[in-house]
């Protein structure tokens, strides 16, 4: 069964430090993966995604994130954060041969000025 | 990318009545999801509505809980029947997106927020 697991409920970093938030699948065949913001009382906004092609995947408002299939992992990154980032940020996957997208629980990120 | 208008955007409801949520997208597209997050928690799939057939609920969700309409390719509602404090949740719709890169991906309505009491 594909799965998505955010290992971290909340993240903090200080503004301008780079940010990492965590994400690793399990899906049986070549994954498609998403990254999602949630601001409050929003609903969700795409951020980037890994179809296939390069493993660095460059996003909006200056995210990207890795692809790294021996670690079955899609971590995503900010060089240098701001407090606008602070928001709930979703992790999902779904496969080729599945249109279902599979979510993970969520990291909330808490950018500090 | 596609456009979802998602009405109504919040709401609070007796329990035991039904609100119907309306997902409006401004080009043709062929699958349209329904999604709940409950308070604190992530997204889960309710059900897939596509045109001319009966929505696909996944385990869990019941058409006579959540009967979903798909009249056309641009339109689709979910409703939430016989409402529970259990059902605060927010719903959201989305839709398959080629997002302009040729290539696969999603955009979701801003949600609707919906309170029981």
């Known amino acids: 069964a594909q799965s998505v697991a955010q290992p971290e409920d909340q993240v903090n970093v200080a503004e301008g430090n780079p940010l990492t938030v965590k994400c690793t699948y399990s899906?049986?065949?070549?994954?498609?993966l998403f990254w999602y913001v949630q601001y409050p009382n929003r609903g969700l906004q795409f951020l980037l995604k890994y179809i296939t092609g390069d493993n660095l995947v460059k996003g909006s408002y200056g995210f990207e994130a890795e692809f790294n299939k021996s670690q079955t992992s899609f971590h995503l990154k900010k060089p240098s954060a701001l407090v606008s980032d602070s928001a709930l940020y979703f992790c999902a996957v779904r496969t080729h041969s599945s249109y279902k997208l599979i979510f993970g629980s969520g990291t909330r990120l808490l950018v500090r000025p | 990318s596609a456009v979802i208008s998602q009405k109504p955007s919040r709401d609070i409801c007796q329990r035991g009545t039904s609100l119907t949520i309306q997902c409006q997208v401004d080009s043709q597209v062929t699958m349209m999801f329904w999604y709940r997050q409950q308070p604190g928690q992530s997204l889960t799939l309710i059900a897939t509505?596509?045109?001319?057939?009966?929505?696909?609920?996944e385990s869990g969700f019941v058409i006579d809980k959540f009967p979903i309409s798909r009249p056309n390719l641009t339109f689709s509602t979910l409703t939430v029947s016989n409402m529970s404090p259990e059902d605060s949740s927010i719903y959201l719709c989305?839709?398959?997106?080629?997002?302009?890169?040729?290539?696969?991906?999603?955009?979701f309505g801003s949600g609707t927020r919906l309170t029981v009491v």
């Open positions: 899906v049986s065949g070549n994954p498609y």
């Open positions: 509505a596509n045109q001319g057939s009966e929505a696909t609920y």
């Open positions: 989305s839709v398959e997106d080629l997002m302009g890169q040729g290539a696969e991906g999603y955009t």
